[in-house]
């Protein structure tokens, strides 16, 4: 199997609970660095949100493999941010028998 070429340059984010100072917190994304990848969409839907239409786009974003445990594995409830394209990763599996891609199965919403 080839190895995709990986033209894409995503910022890997992790959500982190940040004090408010008034005994509760704050939801904040730090950045754990940048992945190149291959993002390929799969098809997409439109649904309602409480007063909105959000439509949500699924993706297949390809990325080069690390170990478990690395801060640069990409894991879900973590994001991929590209300029203000954020898509949120549902899911993580290896590419190939090799080791040497994974596959994050990520979904971008936006307000339609």
Do not use: H, K
């Given at each position: ?22 005994g ?40 080069r ?28 599996s290896d590419n190939?028998?090799g080791?040497?891609t ?11």
């Open positions: 199997m080839a190895v995709p070429v990986l033209d894409r340059r995503l910022v890997l984010e992790e959500a982190q609970n940040v004090p408010d100072g008034a509760g917190f704050t939801q904040s994304w730090v950045v754990l660095g940048s992945l190149w990848a291959r993002i390929r969409p799969a098809s997409g839907q439109e649904r309602g949100v409480d007063a909105a239409t959000v439509s949500t786009a699924p993706y297949r974003i390809t990325v493999a690390a170990p478990f445990g690395a801060p640069s594995r990409p894991r879900p409830e973590q994001r991929f941010r590209e300029g203000a394209r954020v898509f949120r990763i549902l899911a993580v190939d028998d080791g040497r994974l596959t994050c199965f990520a979904q971008e919403e936006v307000a339609s």
